[in-house]
């Protein structure tokens, strides 16, 4: 019966230190996240899918560009992890015409996602 508790005990330990390594590379990565800004005039017209999927983020975009401005631009599916909902960033990038907007406080990663799938739709 002890080898058996020890057995799981063992398990349960290299599942966890298997979870934090992966969360510290997550935490890394967002860190180093870098958001490639597309200029929507070099775009042609029409209608584009991105997405982006962190671990604990994801993000799936439309975005539909008319005469070198982005006039829709919809989050389709989004997981937001542990932080605050980014969706205040989409209205951001419409108001400004530009993706280098600031990201929403508290939702650094979900804000980087959501660019990442902007970016990730314009360049496909």
Known sequence: MKKGIQIILIVVALAGV??????????Y??????????AFSEVEDG???GKFDL?????????????????EFTLDEHVNGRGEPAEPII??????QSMEVDTVSGATA???AILKALEDALNS
């Not at 298997?18 to 935490?27: D, E, G, I, V």
């Not at 209205?91 to 400004?96: G, S």
């Open 91 to 96: 209205q951001r990038v419409l108001e400004e």
């Open 18 to 27: 298997a979870f934090f390594l992966r969360f510290a590379k997550y935490q």
């Open 55 to 71: 671990f604990l983020v994801k993000a799936e975009i439309t975005a539909e560009l008319k005469d070198g401005k982005l006039i």
């Open 47 to 49: 209608t584009y899918h």
């Open 29 to 38: 990565d967002i860190k180093h996240i870098e958001v490639k800004p597309v």
């Open 110 to 112: 979900s804000s980087k």
